[in-house]
């Protein structure tokens, strides 16, 4: 997801590589922070595939370098972003990184495609804690940190849910979108 942040910010324009390692920084989160040691290899590997170019730019203290996609680079974004791979689309974050450049598609249809993708995901039923085969609910759980994950998920998963079905314009009667109570158990109806 570093190479997709990379081309993404990159598409919005030209950067030098202190201000695209803290716009990574600040999509990765405090979760992923974005070391020297693992951005800069992925500039180098990008670059030496052409799908970056790096350029000095003279300043009035010094030359720096700029960054700026290329043709092969946007080619490639798009690519990322038309075909995730499933694990970037189950992934909280890995997803997030998604959204952050899926306005780049430019076919609307191709955007929903991806959206319809992660709303199936979370539909699926899901929990993360078992009796056997059967999903617990948070009702079930007396551990009071299980429980806590489990209605923090249920929360999440139902207003991102809530979000994809209004991007989507399948949120309202007789749209035929699943709603809670409405077709199989989900996450948060399980999760809870």
């Given amino acids: 997801m570093l190479e997709l942040a990379i081309l993404g910010f990159l598409a919005d324009g030209p950067l030098p590589g202190h201000a695209l390692r803290r716009r990574v920084a600040q999509l990765s989160g405090y979760t992923r922070p974005v070391s020297?040691?693992?951005l800069y290899p992925a500039i180098n590997r990008l670059t030496k595939a052409g799908l970056l170019e790096r350029h000095t730019?003279?300043?009035a203290a010094a030359a720096?370098?700029?960054l700026s996609l290329t043709v092969a680079g946007r080619t490639e974004m798009l690519k990322?972003?038309?075909e995730p791979a499933e694990h970037e689309i189950t992934d909280f974050t890995r997803f997030f990184t998604i959204l952050a450049f899926l306005s780049q598609l430019p076919d609307v249809a191709e955007q929903h495609a991806v959206l319809r993708r992660r709303l199936e995901f979370l539909e699926a039923p899901a929990s993360?804690?078992?009796?056997?085969d059967r999903p617990l609910r948070a009702e079930d759980v007396a551990d009071p940190y299980r429980r806590g994950m489990m209605l923090t998920a249920r929360a999440i998963s139902r207003t991102e849910r809530a979000w994809l079905r209004e991007v989507l314009g399948e949120d309202g009667p007789g749209s035929g979108a699943a709603h809670p109570g409405n077709g199989?158990?989900?996450l948060d109806e399980r999760v809870t």
Avoid at 128 to 132: A, S, W
């Fill in 36 to 38: 020297d040691g693992s």
């Fill in 57 to 59: 730019e003279p300043s």
């Fill in 64 to 66: 720096r370098y700029v």
């Fill in 80 to 82: 990322r972003l038309r």
């Fill in 128 to 132: 993360f804690f078992y009796d056997g």
């Fill in 184 to 186: 199989p158990v989900t």
